[in-house]
């Protein structure tokens, strides 16, 4: 099992500012890589998929980069509809793994 | 618009059994993968099976391997998951989800909370 660790745990950041997250793979996935938005009491929302590809009305602030085993996803300016926890997940090898969450809270 | 409405949570005791239905709408539901995945209470998510569109081949997670079904009826647009032999450590929400053209999941239903308890 691919095992799929994110870094931080949680970030502490203000509205405005720049900030990324990491994920690492234990082994490599390719650019089979998908990110996902949680809000407390919702289903997940699909962020990025193929490691890089923003998913419909997802906004340009949010981008994501990586191959391999190593992935982070940036948000250029957070907005107060940003604060959320974050997953990532590999969907190169079954079984499919998520990551632990990074959660982004509002400094 | 795709939807999905998910039903059948509930508690259950430990060994016991349930299922899970999601109805879908708003896209032409046996051309695409579906999956569950979960989440126990405070935690993370964890995939648990997924199902492809056309051929209906389908993955577990080992943690549900012998114990869950997957299976859909594309002619009532329809996924399950049948769950049998419930253990304390299933008790989470479980979200429906449909593939892109290809994974991974771009639409979620609303969850539905299971809890395993005597």
């Known amino acids: 099992e691919i095992v799929m660790t994110q870094s931080p745990a949680t970030l502490s950041v203000s509205p405005g500012e720049r900030t990324t997250l990491s994920c690492r793979a234990s082994q490599s996935v390719s650019n089979n890589l998908a990110w996902y938005q949680q809000k407390p009491g919702q289903a997940p929302r699909l962020l990025i998929y193929?490691?890089?590809s923003r998913a419909t009305g997802i906004p340009v602030r949010i981008s994501g980069s990586g191959s391999g085993t190593e992935f982070t996803l940036t948000i250029s300016s957070l907005q107060s509809e940003d604060f959320a926890v974050y997953y990532c997940q590999q969907y190169n090898n079954w079984p499919w793994t998520f990551g632990q969450g990074t959660k982004v809270e509002i400094k | 618009e795709v939807q999905l409405l998910q039903s059948g949570g509930g508690l259950v005791q430990p060994g016991g059994s349930l299922r899970l239905s999601c109805a879908a709408s708003g896209f032409t539901f046996g051309s695409y993968g579906m999956g569950w995945v979960r989440q126990a209470p405070g935690k993370g998510l964890e995939w648990v099976s997924t199902?492809?569109?056309?051929?209906?081949?389908?993955y577990y997670a080992d943690s549900v391997k012998g114990r869950f079904t997957i299976s859909r009826d594309n002619s009532k647009n329809t996924l399950y998951l049948q769950m049998n032999s419930l253990r304390a450590e299933d008790t989470a929400v479980y979200y429906c989800a449909k593939e892109m053209w290809v994974p991974p999941f771009d639409s979620w239903g609303q969850g539905t909370l299971v809890t395993v308890s005597s």
């Open positions: 199902i492809t569109g056309t051929v209906g081949r389908t």
């Open positions: 193929g490691a890089s």
